[in-house]
């Protein structure tokens, strides 16, 4: 991938963008900074269909917590819903992925899926 640095854990601390590929192949981009972490997943798609686990806010940009992220171990991100009204007993949400298996920082700001075409 162009511009792409591989790293074999995340380092909140060096902001910009990550890629990080789980087992099942989906990707999530964090994008860290000094005003916080934040997550967008990019499900797997298979012969231009979604993948059939469609989570809470798939492709939307959501503000996290995360924690350590090493190569092949699961990444655990928490965040609180937008639409927990009516549910007192809610906390958070925790997503634990399946054990990553590629880990990039984006040397360079900007539409990554561009750049990985070429």
């Known amino acids: 991938m162009n511009g792409a640095i591989p790293y074999d854990e995340l380092d909140q601390e060096r902001h910009g963008t990550w890629l990080l590929t789980t087992e099942s ?3 999530y981009e964090i994008q860290a900074s000094s005003s916080g ?14 993948d059939d686990n469609t989570l809470y806010r798939d492709e939307i940009l959501i503000q996290c917590e995360i924690g350590p992220v090493r190569l092949g171990e699961p990444a655990v991100m928490v965040f609180v819903r937008d639409d927990r009204q009516g ?25 990554w899926r561009r750049r990985a075409e070429r």
């Open 87 to 111: 549910v007192p007993a809610y906390v958070a949400t925790t997503r634990v992925t399946t054990p990553v298996v590629r880990i990039l920082w984006m040397a360079a700001p900007g539409d």
């Open 25 to 27: 192949g989906t990707i």
């Open 37 to 50: 972490v934040w997550m967008i997943r990019h499900p797997v798609i298979d012969d231009g269909t979604r």
